[in-house]
């Protein structure tokens, strides 16, 4: 059984606890699903202020509704995405605004359906950054996202070079694994 | 903000080339969406912890409540199989509700029927898939908004496995109202609709 089907099942699992009114399991829940849910709603939204009101909302249905997750129609993954897209849709109806999107390098004009495929992508990636061990992610977060070189990775998280190329490595040997199914 | 560095770079130059290559993949996919927020804010973390508390037991009021509507919905359901049974139905229009984000993955139709002259009476058709069941004293309503407020109750009903399908019968000028909405529960708890359609006034 790969990491990847094992996490899900525990999601799965976590949701059901859920469900039951198991607030442990909804901490837990939101430990591991808050920051790709604050992604992708910045990524719709644009604005820190609308992001969290619609994470917070998100946070609020899945408390609400969980009883409403059947794992035979899908993994709980993509059942949270779900919830998320929709809060953040009824964010952006709220304001009688449109979502708009953070123009992004690979796709600034895309259409909605490259935009969804781009949400879901944005999703997908950011939920297996979060079942990194956290010197992982933070390697890779600092790698990708913050511009930062190599050498500065190693003086900003105070440890050797070498260590921050070994994390690197294990990080993404790790994440591909977790992302098998995306890059099919 | 600078491109990250390129995959060689970022692993170092002693790997073999094929582990390279076979890392190539998730280096792209990282590099075609944007950041993570840097970090969660508290405020976020504090409103969501005030969410999980303990649901509340149902006050003995609220119970009595409920089984008020059981016995409206029963009454209800007999009157309008009796005025509608084995009938045929013939919809004017019809309206597709969209799950929110506390339904995801439900749906439903609702089919308006003529106005029947002599009473003034509209048949409505309910199609509604992919709700929960609820507890024996909890009810779904079907109700019009007004005003972004539940405006006026159509109905309530139980959902089973499946779809279901329920008649109601209203006396409403539908086009008057801003929304079609189901939700749990009763008008005086504002609950957040769990499906919902624009009306076109037209």
Known sequence: MSAAVATAESDSRLIERVAGGDRDAFTELYRRFARPVLAMALRQLGDNGRAEEAAQETFAAVWRSARSYKPERGSASAWLYAVARHAIIDRARQRREPAVEVPEEVSPEAGPADRAEGAWLTWRVHSALEQLPERERAVLELAYWSGLSQTEIASYLDVPLGTVKTRTRTGLSRLSGLLEEVRA | ?202
């Open chain 2, 1 to 202: 903000m600078k491109k990250p560095p390129d995959l060689h770079e970022l692993l170092g130059d002693d790997l073999p080339e094929d582990e390279v290559e076979r890392l190539r993949g998730v280096d792209a996919l990282l590099r075609s969406v944007p950041g993570p927020p840097h970090e969660i804010p508290l405020s976020l973390t504090h409103a969501v912890e005030q969410l999980a508390i303990e649901p509340a037991r149902i006050p003995r009021r609220r119970k009595a409540l409920a089984l008020a509507f059981a016995v409206l919905v029963a009454a209800l359901a007999f009157g309008v199989g009796r005025w509608s049974g084995g009938e045929s139905f013939d919809a004017a229009w019809a309206a597709e509700l969209a799950a929110t984000a506390d339904a995801p993955g439900a749906s439903a139709v609702v089919q308006v029927g003529e106005r029947d002259e002599e009473s003034g009476n509209l048949e409505l058709v309910l199609d509604v898939s992919g709700l929960p069941p609820l507890e024996p004293d909890e009810f779904y309503a079907l109700w019009l908004v007004e005003d972004g407020e539940w405006g006026a109750t159509c109905g309530y009903f139980s959902v089973g496995e499946g779809e279901t399908t329920v008649r109601m019968t209203v006396s409403y000028e539908i086009r008057e109202f801003e929304a079609w909405a189901i939700s749990t529960g009763h008008p005086n708890e504002h609950p957040p609709p769990l499906l919902r359609a624009e009306i076109d006034a037209a």
